[in-house]
């Protein structure tokens, strides 16, 4: 009885740790969309203030404000997919295990 209780909390925290790793996917899914919306929007920028030279100097200063905010985002977006990924893994393994754990102890032997 104790060792199925055992097994029922380690397929508990596995399907947390699933859980937990789909909820930060969807959020780095969205992360990206914004990174990418803001890159597209420089990009933009870029091509409408090459037109004079003074609007090419404000293109430069809100470059160089936005790359450091694009270069730190990107990374944050690179260690939460490792996390969701390292998650996912966990809650995988937690999983397999506790189920194992839960069909030897009800399993018969002779």
Do not use: W
């Not at 969309?33 to 420089?42: D, F, G, H, P, Q």
């Not at 809650?91 to 032997?109: D, E, P, Q, R, Y």
Request: glycine share 6%; hydrophobic share 45%.
């Amino acid at each position: 009885m104790k060792k199925n209780l055992i097994a029922l909390v380690v397929i508990l925290l596995g399907c947390t740790s699933l859980g937990f790793s789909a909820y930060i996917h969807n959020q780095v899914l969205e992360g990206q969309e914004k990174l990418n919306s803001a890159k597209n929007s420089l990009s933009n920028l870029s091509k409408i203030s090459s037109l004079s030279e003074v609007t090419e100097n404000m293109d430069n200063r809100i470059n160089r404000k936005a790359e450091p905010k694009l270069k730190a985002g990107a990374e944050e977006i690179e260690k939460f997919t490792m996390i969701a990924h390292l998650l996912r893994i966990a809650g995988i393994v937690l999983l397999i295990t506790g189920g194992l754990i839960f069909f030897k102890c009800n399993k018969k032997f002779k």
